[in-house]
């Protein structure tokens, strides 16, 4: 894919992912689904796109279900187990892998309680992170959901945003293209997460990152700061 030679330079692969999940709380609440879009050199070499088991007595809330359109016979008939999920996921980042998502932090922080409960959460060691939100944060006022950055850059049509995790990862490869478009500076947020001040680091920080208050200021980007 044009304009990502500078990250192959570093990594043998990336692994662009997203989640749906049962509510808010990371060692709580459950991953209901789990898609990935795995880019090496010479493109996209996997979709991934998964439902998810709940644990016994778990359940889709109403609301969820409202908005992912993600029901609790959808996850009886079609879930695969956790177990197998983080399996999965060993394979898919195993060797020189970035993970990206936009707002990473939520994304990688279930994925930990995930692989803590079910799997290795020892995966995730060493693996460089970066935060698409972080970096549309520092280049765009408000507001800075996926939608805006997918209307911001002209991709309405071409990607959506459903709160499905499948189209929401793809539309994240196509924010992610307009970004590097838009100024090739995306290396330099890898392991630099941008929070906002008044809300603060939402649970508990991921070690390898370093969190920073971030407010949207083009003329100084949180990597100068």
Known sequence: MAGLD????????????????????????EIIEFSAVVLEKQGVVQEYDELITLSPGGFVPPKIQQLTGISDMDIRERGIPKTRLCRDIGEMIAGNTLLLAYNAHFDLSFLYY???????????KGKDKLDLLTVYRDRH??????ASAIETYGLAGKVVNSHRAIDDVLATV??????I???????????????????GIDGKPIGSVTYKPQRY????????L
């Open 6 to 29: 500078r990250f192959f330079e570093k990594y043998d692969r990336l692994v662009l992912l997203d989640t749906e999940t049962t509510g808010l709380q990371y060692s709580r609440d």
């Open 114 to 124: 995930l692989l803590l409960r079910d799997g290795d959460p020892m995966i995730l």
């Open 141 to 146: 006022s408000f507001p800075h959901r996926l």
């Open 174 to 179: 196509a924010v992610m293209e307009a970004m």
């Open 181 to 199: 478009e838009e100024k090739d500076d995306l290396l330099n947020y890898v392991n630099l997460f941008g929070y906002l001040a008044q809300y």
């Open 217 to 224: 200021d083009p003329a100084k980007p949180l990597y100068e």
